[in-house]
């Protein structure tokens, strides 16, 4: 169902069907997808990574769909957010991360299947771990950067929404990273220092 | 899990969970009950309501469960949203309904269990519906009065996210009225004009 825009704004209702298995969302919504090869230094062991992309060929590690509402004060966005389970090395599958370009703004997420945690950090490195699973909704404040990591064994699906001119920052975390990372260690998630903190880039 | 708030805004990350089958938030959520008693002028068929008073006693028509999440603009505030099934007359069970008290903010509404509509009329009574049910989101844009009716079996659970400063204007409803309303007619239901438009309340 395509969106009426009128001088900046949605101008009409529309509704979206979102699939709760696959967290497919129909219709003409934009679709973007990440795969492995473009995430290597996302990931705290680059080796393992560039390892994984060799034995397995490039991996969808996660992708979100979304509406395109005008990204306006006053709007409501939303997406369907798709991570997928697996590790690199025992790094667990994750999204980039990301602030929002006004950081004030919050976002909420409802997740809809699968387990996982929301993974928060703010600029000076305080972090926090919402755990995310069905029925449960995460709210991450303003000024928190925040990634989905999936610790299941199915998607990790949710819906994320924020305010239409929240805006995404993917920059600085893909510069800096995050100070702490999720890794399983004797089959449990543990939160460690991230090894690659400050250089992700190399 | 309480709220901390600094200056105004959400400070800490939290959680709430809402139960698909019931729609109960659970904690410290705010819980409110509306019951058909202070109900009777918000459906078309007053005589009707008062019989159906006198008949079943006071009667749960819907509630909802909200976190205090400060009104400020850059907030995601969110609701779950409860409507029962039943019929006043031949009108269904629904919510009293409101605009924006800052009218341009929009509002989605994500559907996790039932069947209905969500009804919607600008200032002029230009009115669309689109339907209810588990997986679909359903976008009011700014502008739009909004309510949500029952036409199934089971109660209608959804969770409607808006921007931290939207605000509520329940009065110009409660006086005026929707132009059009939704009936059972024949099993099925049809949208006719509100025989109280512009008197609702006398």
Redesign the interface.
């Known amino acids: 169902m395509e969106i009426r825009v009128e001088n900046g704004?949605?101008?009409?209702?529309?509704?979206?069907?979102?699939?709760?298995h696959s967290g497919k969302m129909d219709g003409d919504a934009t679709h973007i997808k990440r795969f492995l090869s473009k995430l290597i230094n996302v990931f705290a062991d680059t080796d393992a990574a560039k390892d994984y992309l060799r034995r397995h060929g490039d991996t969808l590690i996660y992708e979100v769909y979304e509406?395109d509402?005008p990204e306006a004060?006053?709007?409501?966005r939303?997406c369907s957010s798709i991570t997928y389970p697996g590790k690199i090395g025992n790094e667990y599958f994750m999204t980039k991360g990301h602030f929002h370009s006004?950081p004030?703004?919050?976002?909420?997420y409802?997740c809809i299947r699968g387990k996982g945690y929301?993974v928060?950090e703010k600029e000076g490195g305080e972090h926090?771990l919402?755990?995310m699973h069905?029925?449960?909704?995460?709210?991450?404040?303003?000024y928190?950067a925040h990634r989905s990591i999936n610790i299941g064994n199915e998607p990790l699906i949710s819906?994320p929404?924020?305010?239409?001119d929240a805006g995404h920052d993917y920059e600085t975390m893909e510069e800096r990273g995050f100070k702490h990372i999720v890794i399983e260690k004797n089959g449990r998630p543990v939160v460690i220092e991230n090894p690659r903190y400050g250089r992700m880039r190399g």
């Open positions: 704004r949605v101008a009409h209702p529309f509704f979206v069907e979102i699939d709760s509406k509402i004060n006053g709007e409501v939303f006004r004030d703004t919050a976002e909420m409802w929301m928060m926090e919402e755990e069905p029925g449960r909704v995460v709210y991450v404040p303003g928190y819906l929404v924020y305010p239409g």
